[in-house]
């Protein structure tokens, strides 16, 4: 059957199971505009095209599903290379499908003209320009294995003008195989043996997750493997939620502002079980004395996540959940659950961490960030899905907003890519129209991806931006408090927006509390109203995340409250 | 731990900005290059890409890990050890006075070398060898004065089996 290219992506798009993009037009993807107009596929106009991306980012880590944006040559490539790389850097499968000057004119310097293969080598998992449409069909197959299969990523593909209105013979393309390609799935036994074999004689064994239990899906076995050995689990930023915030095994997040039972615990245990994880430097701090006493079995997709940062005893290279499953199995074959209280020493000593400092904050006079973030929590019963921005407001949320499943929580990890929460939340709230999906903001963050509110009027997504205002940049703020003598260089922002009239420009609502006494009431009204909210907190511009751990440092090195 | 010379080498798929990968993947992640040579192979569609870098055993693990991730690099393996052997080429422009036309000559029968160019006061020499044995030529000829040199990198094979030899 003949095809244009730009019927021909249309195509792959169904065929692959995408029903929702998002997205910018531009002169070099006209015809695969015009095209999307005659399919049935979702298209969600965005206003900068770094939302688009962020927003099929938000919509991929919601649901589990391949992200999918679209965007224009020139400034609309190259602005959404940050949220490539915020993707990139938490493993998020996303194809950025960019518009190209026509082929003839590569090279030329022509309108709208940039080198984005060039430019996002380095930050996607692989990219693609497509020089003829014969190739087109093939190429996006790969593009969606290659995205979704592995350690999952972006990948990019550059589509010059002339390949979207040239024919062709279209026939569908059969099942991708790269020969080059084969992300190991099957963990080795063997390994999975010795793992079994350092567990069964642990006497102070700490499991700590990270994003790889999410993206693999393996949040039952992780769980069904701590409850049946009684194993307290902790987890990076990414893996939150990978196990219930309120279980009694639970530690908290650890590293930088990890709990201090969690820090603890991993600088006391002698066996380290690491499932997803890649060792951050916001994790391990000095790697030197990072679970210096503990043996380490460390399970990724990934080869060079395995002793890239921390020399490991056991490597096991395949799939979180496969490799779960087959430690279960070996676990519940070998009888390894039956003395449930073989680790009870070491479940009271982390209690008796947990009693000594637990996370805390006084709420007084002046709004605690904490205490929204307690209240919001509260007052969705755990239930939201959570956006963030990046910064204090983050840690926060990451502490006080207690993660019950996977895919609850919606953060920019490895990059660190402020804008990042509200785009986001609308790509979870398109994924999830009934769910509570909350952005926790700070007033900082929010600003760098504000126009975005126009996208959730005018598409009804009732995204509720809870923003604690500090009147600063509160991360960075606090690393000079604490280092730098409070030299507060630039991190003052003594001039923001009024934030209620600004939802009301934008036709959403908007909310105000000024003291503690209003929390409770604006929240509940603000989740409360149908559409898109704005409650802006002026909360504690001192306020500290604590613990923190200076960079750096060892991770029991913390500054406490 | 001890930085040594490895020398890697890959099958690659033949397309365009796959050097661009491989290269960028060594700056991007500060890894180094000690010398590269690309070429295609028997198949079109193949090419060998032959690096020359200086790393510790955890760093060349990372290495070869972080390249066999890349999508185009179809094979990759170590070329170090004496399963394999090494070369390289360098073509080298000397200053032949008349009185050190007689020693070039020499050193080049002994190099196994050849003079592909004569000029009035300059011969052109073409070596090849490992890289001790060019350094060696190079270090020679020096105090004749070299007045130009173009060396390549390393390129590698690894040696089939010798049954019955």
Redesign the interface.
Known sequence: MKKTGAEILMEILKEEGVDTLFGFPGGAVIDLYDALMRSDLRHLLVRHEQGAVHAADGYARATGKVGVCLVTSGPGATNTVTGIATAYLDSIPLVVITGQVPTQLIGNDAFQEVDI??IT??CT??NY?VSRVEDLARILKEAFH?ARSGRPGPVLVDIPKNVGQAVTDYAPVGPVS????NPTYAPNIKQIHKAVALIRNAKRPVVFAGGGVILSDASAELTTLARTLQIPVTTSLMGLGGFPGTDPLWLGMLGMHGTYRANMAISHCDLLIAVGVRFDDRVTGKTDCFACNAKIVHIDI???SI??NIAVAVPVVGDCKHSLTEINQVVEEQGLGRDSEKHATWLEQIDTWRKEHRLSYRQQDVIKPQYVVEKLFELTRGDAIVATEVGQNQMWAAQFYHFKRPRQWITSGGLGTMGFGLPAAIGAQVAFPEAVVVDIAGDGSIQMNIQEMATAVQYGLPVKVVILNNRCLGMVRQWQQLFYDKRYSQTLLEQGPDFVKLAEAYGAAGLRAVHPDEVETVLAKGLATAGPVIMEFLVDNEECVYPMVPAGKPITDMLLV | MKSEKHTLTMLVDNEPGVLSRVVGLFSGRGFNIDSLCVAETMDPKVSRITIVTQANPLLLEQIEKQLRKLINVVKLREMSDDRAVRREMALICVHARAENRDEILRLVNLFRAKIIDVASNYYIIEASGDADKMTALIGLLKPMGIKKIARTGTVALYREPKRGI
């Not at chain 1, 790269?178 to 390609?181: A, G, H, T």
């Open positions: 293969v060039g080598r380095p998992k692989h320009l290659i790269i020969k080059s390609y990934d080869p060079t002793r890239k």
